[in-house]
């Protein structure tokens, strides 16, 4: 196990309908030394990547974000969140379904800050369905600028997100893939990802996402 | 001018209603090496204060909150905000009303992670009237945690939040308080704080909170 999935193991908390809770560390009260951990590790994972700034999408991804870019040395830009569009200036707007809120809800970057210029790694703290990153994925490319990499905290490996991310041909880094919980026994099952991300990255078809979780 | 000031004049932007645009470094596009000269100009001026906890609110605060608990070496604890109250686990609820949105706010973090052992600094980006600050004063006191001080980028001093504040008798420290802006010219008054500080502190009656932006 990989210093998160330490973590996660001590800290995390199993409950009914696959939730994780990590809000003691992660994202609601922030061990800000396990970020700088987590930075580190995607700066090695993304090393010989021109990367010249880093996407996060508030609230939660925005502290992850940041400690990560001081090993980057670049600037942050964090994606909002809105059901109305409020429209001030030239937006770059992405519409997500939430299948956990039951409504649409739009992913905005103002256009001044990404431009075909840029080299960007999306950073944030969980991947399930992934309809958020697809959000932020389709603001980037819409730029003109290009998709350096993702780098994700945890990854629901049960759900389809990060199968369509890889299959799209992103790197997509997880630092803790979930394979399965049990809330009953409160076990984790984590992918072996020293062994399995090869055959992983092939493994099912590209598919839309349907019933998506603004994560 | 000290750091902050000067790159509020080099590029903010003075918008119609006292706005000031600073999305290009502080709370859209984050520049992450002017929030580490923030997190240490923090840390200075609370220097001595037995700071082990950093309260902030989402989503602008949290970038900033986190560079400068590396300074402080603490975790941070980010507020919800939330129009609805979803309850899960034991909550610190505090209500605020926006002015802004026309509507009233729930400000919200989970009693674990504040106790009466905790001496927390407060951090955000922005101070206009404070109801978004004073909603975090009130969730510190009721969990029966100390507010060591509290830690503002930009102050509004035209407007009553940080006056309100400081009468109440906290250590409200601001790294930039605006005192005057002209949107015709661009132009940005700040208030000298070496010399104003004091008498600033003494000025006017302590008010209660009328008319709140959720800062």
Redesign the interface.
């Known amino acids: 196990m990989n210093f998160l999935e330490e973590r996660i193991v001590k800290d995390g908390v199993v409950k009914e309908g696959n939730v994780l809770k990590v ?3 992660l994202n ?5 030394k396990l ?2 951990q987590m930075g580190a590790e995607f700066k090695r994972r993304f090393e010989g990547k021109p990367v010249n700034k880093i996407l996060t999408i ?2 939660s991804g ?2 992850i ?3 990560a ?2 090993h980057f ?6 994606a ?1 969140k809105s059901q109305s569009i409020n429209l001030d200036g030239d937006m770059y707007v992405a519409e997500v379904e939430s299948f956990t809120h039951k409504c649409k809800n739009h992913v905005i ?2 256009q ?2 990404l431009t075909p210029d840029d080299h960007v790694l999306i950073i944030d703290d969980f991947l399930a369905n992934g309809c958020a990153l697809q959000g932020l994925i389709q603001i980037v490319q819409s730029s003109g600028a290009t998709v350096e990499g993702i780098g994700i905290a945890i990854e629901k490996g049960f759900q389809s997100g990060g199968r369509i991310i890889r299959n799209l041909g992103f790197q997509l880094e997880s630092l803790a893939i979930v394979d399965g919980m049990d809330a009953a026994t409160g076990e984790i099952q984590f992918r072996n990802q020293e062994k399995d991300s090869r055959s992983a990255s092939v493994a099912g078809n590209a598919e839309l996402c349907r019933s998506c979780t603004l994560d």
Chains 1, 2 share one sequence.
Do not use: N, R, T
């Open positions: 809000d003691s560390f609601h009260q922030m061990d800000i970020l700088d508030e609230a925005i502290g974000a940041c400690v870019a001081q040395d670049v600037p942050v830009v964090f909002k970057v103002a001044k800050f």
